[in-house]
Every structure is written in structure tokens, then in C-alpha cells.
């Protein structure tokens, strides 16, 4: 089955900033990857999600690469605030029952 | 649209208690699935239904765990006799699915579940 490795488990930048989260995942079958972000006490949040015949997608000040060659896709904020702080999630998705697959999670912290 | 609802928001029971936790899921989507959120291993997908009937429950880590799915806006999962192990946060989610696969899943807050 699908496996998602996540990485690094925690990060820590100066407000301003760029952060960059990476994700790889073992079935090449996968087609859709999404990212949550998840405040503490709260459910997580999608913030934006790549399909396979997309190689980056920006959504203001973030955005999320994929290399299906290498099986692996990134999260990067730029300008980070405070208010980004929160642990963040990748998933992966390859079959068609819409299952995800999430990795372990990366605590980010802003430091104002 | 309220987004997906989770009931309780929290619940504290003793060991060997019944626990039901509840959810109703965005109006209009057609799956709806149950994870459970713990240090040790992250978001575990438990079980989850399309059109009201399970597809998967391989997640589901004993015979003491069962959930159902009555109707498109409802869904319970109960865990009987509870242990300490247990505890743990379990959030519902949500996504269109239904005859075409939909992957964008919406989550509910969450019910945070402490067995003693």
C-alpha cells in the first residue's frame, strides 16, 4: 500500500522567511496530494492540493511542487507570519475510492 | 455551509465503558471518513463510507470498534468496552465521492476521547 514520508518533523524560521516542507510517497499510482494545516485544538484545514498532470501550483504566498519521477512533492511558503505556525500535513491519494494517505506531520514555528 | 459536524467535543469515560461519537457530514457529499489523531501515529484512517456503505474498514484496529452510517447526514462510530488506549482525538471528514471519486476531504474539529 501507499506509504508517505514527511520531512523534516519540525521547522523553525524568522518571520519573513521561506519555509519548505517535503513529502515523498512509494505508490506510483498516486494522482492527488494535499496539504493541511492544523491549529491547535482544530480539525485540519486544506490549504491547496496538486493532481499529477500539474507540476506546481501557487496560491498566493504558497505553493506546492511535484516530481513524479521521483515521487516526491513540496510545500513552500514564502513570507512567513506568525500566524503560519501550526503543525502541516502531506497526503497522498492513488486509488479512486479517494483514500488518503497522510505523513507524519511537520510542526512549523514562526518566530515574530 | 457549517462544515462537518462532530459531537461530543470532548468526552472523558472510564474504562470499559460504551463511547459513541457522532458526526454529520457536509450537506451534498456522498463520503464520509473517521480517523483517529495520536502522538505515536499520526492520522490513521479508521473506516469510511460512500454512499452510506463502508468500503474500507481495515483501519479499524479491533472487533471493539463499529460505526455506522444510517443516512446521507448521519454517522456514529462506538467503541465497546473502551480501554485507556483509546484515548486519543477522532475527527470525521467529509468529500463529494459518491459515483466518481472526489479527494478533497473537509474535516470536523474533532472529539477529544480520554478513557481512565
Known amino acids: 500500500g501507499e506509504n508517505v514520508e514527511q520531512h523534516p518533523s519540525t521547522l523553525s524560521v524568522q518571520e519573513g522567511d521561506s519555509a519548505v516542507i517535503k513529502c515523498t510517497y512509494s505508490d506510483s499510482a498516486s494522482n492527488y496530494f494535499p496539504w493541511y494545516k492544523q491549529e491547535l485544538g482544530k480539525g485540519p484545514q486544506l490549504i491547496i492540493d496538486?493532481?499529477?498532470?500539474?507540476g506546481e501550483k501557487k496560491d498566493q504566498r504558497i505553493a506546492v511542487t511535484l516530481n513524479k519521477t521521483a515521487k516526491h512533492f513540496s510545500l513552500h511558503i514564502t513570507e512567513t507570519q506568525p500566524e503560519d505556525s501550526a503543525v502541516y500535513f502531506c497526503?497522498?491519494?492513488?486509488?479512486?475510492?479517494?483514500?488518503?494517505?497522510f505523513g507524519q506531520g511537520t510542526t512549523l514555528q514562526v518566530k515574530p | 455551509d457549517a462544515g462537518v459536524i462532530q459531537s461530543p467535543r470532548h468526552e472523558v469515560t472510564e474504562m470499559g465503558q460504551e463511547v459513541t461519537l457522532r458526526c454529520k457530514p457536509i450537506s451534498g457529499h456522498n463520503s464520509l471518513f473517521w480517523y483517529r489523531q495520536t502522538m505515536m501515529r499520526g492520522l490513521e484512517l479508521l473506516i469510511y463510507?460512500?454512499?452510506?456503505?463502508?468500503?474500507?474498514d481495515s483501519g479499524m484496529p479491533e472487533d471493539r470498534f463499529s460505526a455506522k452510517m444510517p443516512n446521507a447526514s448521519f454517522s456514529t462510530l462506538k467503541i465497546q468496552p473502551s480501554e485507556p488506549r483509546d484515548s486519543a482525538v477522532y475527527f470525521c471528514?467529509?468529500?463529494?465521492?459518491?459515483?466518481?471519486?472526489?479527494?478533497?476531504?473537509?474535516f470536523g474539529p474533532g472529539t477529544r476521547l480520554t478513557v481512565t
Open positions: 497526503a497522498a491519494s492513488g486509488s479512486n475510492t479517494g483514500k488518503l494517505i
Open positions: 496538486i493532481r499529477s498532470n500539474v
Open positions: 471528514a467529509s468529500s463529494l465521492g459518491g459515483d466518481r471519486p472526489s479527494y478533497e476531504q473537509y
Open positions: 463510507f460512500n454512499n452510506n456503505v463502508p468500503i474500507d
